[in-house]
């Protein structure tokens, strides 16, 4: 597997690449944001670690520019910040996942495992789900709306793929959080209502149907007879 680790930290940057460079990943590195950030747009890469707390540039602002320009190649974050505001401000950029410091070699191994299964999980038995005017397909990962493809994020993908797949049923949000993203939030913070909000703003570029319904205190519900307005 090809990695993309930015990271300016040399002690850390060595280490990240000796233990992934032992797993038979192929490494290439990056102590810049300007230069790890032109490498993650020239060249192709199946994940990218990601330090916020770069010289010359923030890594959230790396992190948003590579969504910006359509890359969607997952990104875990590796950083010393250890607060909640900053996870879910990295995981609202885009961010798979966020990884503190100092950090256990198997749990960033882990880690990284387990964003790869994400990205490639499928259902064998059923890999396409429609719903009105919205389709995604597991396999291929993409997802469709009035047969006109919408680029995902790899997190926004997941997210939708979990609504495909239970229509028509309040999603409460600590089920979100758990199976989309295998990760504990506290329900009252706007991290899912974030991802809600993207998806909901790519839709509705291509049809005005309120697919996605908010279910006050509760969570949130995909209609399969929806209304025309977005609550």
């Not at 992190?63 to 974050?77: A, E, F, V, W, Y």
């Not at 790869?116 to 396409?128: A, E, L």
Request: with cysteine.
């Amino acid at each position: 597997m090809k990695i993309l680790v930015i990271e300016d930290d040399r002690i850390v940057r060595t280490l990240v690449k000796h233990v992934l460079e032992n797993e038979g990943h192929e490494v290439t590195v990056a102590d810049r944001a300007e230069t790890g950030e032109k490498m993650a747009l020239e060249d192709d890469h199946e994940i990218i670690i990601l330090d916020l707390g770069l010289p010359d540039r923030s890594g959230l602002e790396v992190c948003k520019t590579l969504r910006g320009n359509n890359i969607t190649t997952p990104i875990l974050i590796l950083s010393a910040y250890q607060n909640t505001d900053t996870k879910i401000a990295g995981l609202n950029t885009g961010a798979d996942d966020y990884l503190t410091k100092p950090f256990d070699n198997k749990e960033l191994l882990a880690r990284i495992n387990a964003i790869i299964r994400r990205v490639k999980k499928g259902d064998v038995t059923n890999n396409i789900y429609e719903c009105g005017e919205l389709k995604i397909d597991l396999v291929s990962r993409e997802f469709y709306v009035r047969d006109t493809k919408v680029l995902l994020t790899n997190n926004e993908f997941n997210l939708m793929a979990y609504f495909m797949k239970n229509p028509d049923r309040v999603l409460y949000k600590d089920e979100l959080t758990n199976n989309v993203w295998d990760i504990n939030f506290d329900t009252n913070t706007n991290f899912l209502n974030v991802y809600i909000s993207y998806i909901r703003k790519k839709i509705e570029e291509l049809t005005p149907v309120n697919y996605i319904q908010t279910v006050r205190k509760k969570g949130f519900k995909l209609n399969s007879r929806p209304v025309q307005e977005y609550d």
